[in-house]
């Protein structure tokens, strides 16, 4: 019962920093100081900060490896999953270097992820999806 709660703990911490971040890289919040120059920084920062999750190290990482980086994380479900994935879209589609193409990539995988982890349809992450393709075209 106690590992139970400690493991709802853990997805209810991962899921309010990465909606914490989603605010700042949206604008939703005060911190408007933050620039697309160093969202990607001060993003992987924070997510190393809170989570031990290093953005650079999973972009780096092939397809196979990154899903085992993903899933070595307490507190990722499908939901939080989703979240990061949104995290790093944000990113891709603010990102004028290279790093766009990696990043939208990433969180097309991810995306796709999420639909085969959970079994119930979301019309929202399907639209995110085709949204993405259409980017990398």
Do not use: H, V
Request: charged share 30%; glycine share 6%.
């Amino acid at each position: 019962m106690e590992q139970e709660d400690y493991f709802l703990r853990e997805i209810e911490k991962i899921g309010i920093i990465l909606r914490s971040l989603i605010n700042s890289l949206t604008g939703n919040n005060e911190n408007l100081a933050i620039t697309i120059s160093n969202n990607f920084e001060t993003t992987n920062e924070k997510l190393i900060n809170e989570t031990g999750f290093d953005l650079t190290k999973f972009l780096a990482l092939e397809e196979p490896a990154s899903g085992d980086y993903i899933s070595g994380f307490k507190g990722i479900n499908t939901e939080n999953l989703e979240l990061l994935a949104k995290i790093i879209f944000l990113l891709g589609i603010n990102d004028k270097s290279d790093k766009k193409k990696i990043l939208l990539n990433k969180a097309l995988n991810l995306y796709e992820s999420c639909n085969l982890a959970d079994k119930t349809y979301s019309p929202d992450r399907e639209n995110k999806i085709n949204e993405i393709k259409i980017f990398l075209k």
